[in-house]
C-alpha cells in the first residue's frame, strides 16, 4: 500500500533546526515527490541531507493543482509508491494546495502520514495571548480596500460574538496597507498580534491593542506576517 508523507519545509531560510530529523529517511522512503515549488525543495533536501541524490526522484510541481498532477498522483498511489508531499513554507495541507492531493489519497485509502514541522498559524496563536480554544484561519482578505474593510469589521463582529481569534495574511508589500486598515477601523479595544518572520532571525510576535498600534506601528513591508485578531467588551 501507498503511503503518503505530509513533508513540513521551513518557515525561514536558516531556520533548519525547525525540522526533526527524522523527516530525513521519511524523505529517503519516498519515490516520487509533490512540491509546491520545485527549486525551493530542492534546495531545501539538500540541506537537509547533502547526500541525498535529487534526481533519484520523480517530481511533480503542484503550485496548482490540475487533472495532470491528478492523475501522477493517482497513478503513483495504484502503483504503490511511497510519495511525499511539501509545502513552499511550513505544513501541507495547512493553507496550502497539497490539501487537493490529501483529499484524494483520503479516498483511494491511503496511509497518510503527517510529519512534525512549522506552522506559522500555531506558533503566532501558542505566543500571542489570544484565544487558543478557539479560533479561525481566514486566509487572505480583499484586496479592494472598500471590501477588506467590511471583511474585517465583520470579522472582528464575529470575533466578539464567539469569542474567537481570527488569523489572516497578506502579501508582504501589502502588510502596510493592511495593518493601517485594521488599526483604523478596528474597535481601540480590540487586540491584534503581529507576527513577524516566525522562527527567522527578525522573529517578533507581539500583540498590542488597535490603539496602541495608531500610536506606534511598525514596518512591515516585504517581511513575511501574520496577523491575528481579538475582539473584546
Given at each position: 500500500?501507498?503511503?503518503?508523507?505530509l513533508?513540513p519545509?521551513?518557515?525561514?531560510?536558516?531556520a533548519?533546526?525547525?525540522?526533526?530529523?527524522y523527516?530525513?529517511?521519511?524523505?529517503?522512503?519516498?519515490?516520487?515527490?509533490?512540491?509546491?515549488?520545485?527549486?525551493?525543495?530542492?534546495?531545501?533536501?539538500?540541506?537537509?541531507?547533502a547526500?541525498?541524490?535529487?534526481?533519484?526522484?520523480?517530481?511533480?510541481?503542484?503550485?496548482?493543482?490540475?487533472?495532470?498532477?491528478?492523475?501522477?498522483?493517482?497513478?503513483?498511489?495504484?502503483?504503490?509508491?511511497?510519495i511525499?508531499?511539501?509545502?513552499?513554507?511550513?505544513?501541507p495541507?495547512?493553507?496550502?494546495?497539497?490539501?487537493?492531493?490529501?483529499?484524494?489519497?483520503?479516498?483511494?485509502?491511503?496511509?497518510?502520514?503527517?510529519?512534525?514541522?512549522?506552522?506559522?498559524?500555531?506558533?503566532?496563536?501558542?505566543?500571542?495571548?489570544?484565544?487558543?480554544?478557539?479560533?479561525?484561519?481566514?486566509?487572505?482578505?480583499?484586496?479592494?480596500?472598500?471590501?477588506?474593510?467590511?471583511?474585517?469589521k465583520?470579522?472582528?463582529?464575529?470575533?466578539?460574538?464567539?469569542?474567537?481569534?481570527?488569523i489572516?495574511?497578506?502579501?508582504?508589500y501589502?502588510?502596510n496597507?493592511?495593518?493601517e486598515?485594521?488599526?483604523?477601523?478596528?474597535?481601540?479595544?480590540?487586540?491584534?498580534?503581529i507576527?513577524?518572520?516566525?522562527?527567522?532571525?527578525?522573529?517578533?510576535?507581539?500583540?498590542?491593542?488597535?490603539?496602541?498600534?495608531?500610536?506606534?506601528?511598525?514596518?512591515?513591508h516585504?517581511?513575511?506576517?501574520?496577523?491575528?485578531?481579538?475582539?473584546?467588551?
Amino acid at each position: 500500500m501507498s503511503t503518503v508523507y505530509l513533508v513540513p519545509n521551513i518557515l525561514a531560510e536558516d531556520a533548519l533546526f525547525t525540522i526533526p530529523a527524522y523527516i530525513i529517511d521519511c524523505i529517503k522512503n519516498c519515490s516520487i515527490i509533490f512540491a509546491e515549488n520545485e527549486r525551493t525543495v530542492r534546495r531545501f533536501i539538500k540541506a537537509l541531507d547533502a547526500s541525498i541524490t535529487i534526481d533519484q526522484f520523480e517530481w511533480h510541481t503542484i503550485h496548482k493543482i490540475e487533472s495532470e498532477q491528478i492523475i501522477h498522483f493517482k497513478s503513483a498511489i495504484q502503483s504503490q509508491k511511497n510519495i511525499a508531499i511539501i509545502s513552499e513554507a511550513g505544513c501541507p495541507g495547512i493553507a496550502d494546495p497539497g490539501q487537493q492531493l490529501i483529499a484524494i489519497a483520503q479516498k483511494m485509502n491511503c496511509i497518510i502520514k503527517p510529519l512534525v514541522g512549522p506552522s506559522s498559524i500555531l506558533l503566532s496563536l501558542m505566543a500571542s495571548g489570544l484565544n487558543g480554544q478557539q479560533f479561525e484561519f481566514v486566509g487572505y482578505l480583499p484586496i479592494d480596500n472598500t471590501e477588506r474593510i467590511k471583511k474585517i469589521k465583520e470579522l472582528e463582529s464575529n470575533s466578539l460574538k464567539q469569542q474567537s481569534t481570527k488569523i489572516f495574511i497578506e502579501t508582504p508589500y501589502r502588510n502596510n496597507q493592511l495593518l493601517e486598515t485594521i488599526v483604523q477601523h478596528c474597535a481601540a479595544n480590540t487586540k491584534i498580534c503581529i507576527g513577524v518572520d516566525i522562527t527567522g532571525k527578525q522573529e517578533s510576535i507581539v500583540t498590542k491593542t488597535a490603539k496602541e498600534w495608531r500610536i506606534n506601528k511598525p514596518n512591515l513591508h516585504k517581511i513575511p506576517v501574520i496577523f491575528l485578531l481579538l475582539a473584546e467588551r
